[in-house]
């Protein structure tokens, strides 16, 4: 099932005056026995999460993690059903916060009551699995794939990629290192035209970033292939150092 999110608010790139930090970082894991399948975050509420624990699982070895983030209207639910297998077939831990309102933080990517409950979710989960520090990234679709931009580039030093499935804007003043970027977008998308998607790309390959864009025969959704693409794109080895794709943005 692919999240259907019904905004159609898109924004250039702006300069807004907000750190939007993430202060959790992955640590020492604790000793309780960590089950593996779908749980609730448990961080109190009528909105909430999900967190997923991918078969593969060990505690010995850190895995990758992914931050993903809905749209507008949506829940962690249907973010679950469509990322859920590439996170089993990859061994993806997947942290699905619920916003506190229809959509994340006003679509700013301001501290706020959104960014305080991400980080709450990110370090209750960073205590009780090993996560590999340098291969944790930051997803979501529509509103959430503009708010995960935003809190990526705000936050380089955290997540090293960036997953937007048809992104709107960005809203990112104050840059902190260069995750790799994903953007995918439907070529029919009506909620929120490709053309956005296509400006987003270009403006951050502008700045300094490495941007892969996958454009898409579909529409305003997630399809699972296009989900296995951003996935692979995932495994991908970072360029080396000295490549163009690797230059800082100032």
């Known amino acids: 099932m692919a999240p259907v999110d019904e905004t159609t608010t898109t924004r250039p790139i702006a300069h807004v005056s907000t750190d939007g930090r993430v202060r959790s970082r992955p640590g020492p894991v604790s000793d309780v026995p960590a089950a593996v399948g779908e749980h609730a975050l448990g961080l109190g509420g009528a909105r909430d999460g999900l967190v997923y624990v991918p078969r593969s699982y060990r505690p010995e070895q850190p895995m990758p993690l992914m931050l993903l983030l809905h749209g507008a209207k949506g829940n962690a639910r249907q973010m679950l059903e469509a990322l859920a297998p590439v996170a089993e077939s990859e061994g993806l831990l997947l942290v699905i916060p619920e916003s506190r309102g229809v959509t994340w933080d006003h ?13 709450r979710a990110l370090a209750q989960v960073f205590s009780r699995y090993a996560v590999a ?3 944790v990234s930051v997803s979501g679709f529509s509103d959430g794939a503009s708010y995960a931009l935003s809190l990526g580039i705000l936050n380089g030093d955290v997540f090293s990629r960036i ?14 290192g260069v995750p790799r970027v994903f953007i995918a977008h ?10 956005e998607g296509r400006r987003i790309g270009a403006e951050l390959r ?8 996958h454009e898409f025969t579909g529409g305003h959704s997630i ?10 794109w995932l495994r991908e080895p970072n360029p080396p150092a ?9």
Do not use: W
Not at 163 to 176: K, Q
Not at 206 to 213: E, K, P, Q, Y
Not at 242 to 250: C, F, I, L, Q, T
């Open 186 to 195: 439907g070529d029919a998308d009506k909620a929120i035209p490709v053309e």
């Open 223 to 232: 399809p699972a292939d296009v989900a296995q693409a951003a996935a692979r």
């Open 107 to 119: 679509k700013l990517a301001t501290g706020g009551a959104d960014l305080d409950f991400i980080d």
């Open 206 to 213: 502008s700045a300094g970033f490495d941007v892969r864009f």
């Open 242 to 250: 000295d490549s163009p794709a690797s230059g800082a943005v100032p």
């Open 133 to 135: 520090p340098e291969r």
């Open 163 to 176: 997953v937007a499935f048809a992104p709107g804007f960005v809203d990112a003043a104050e840059p902190r």
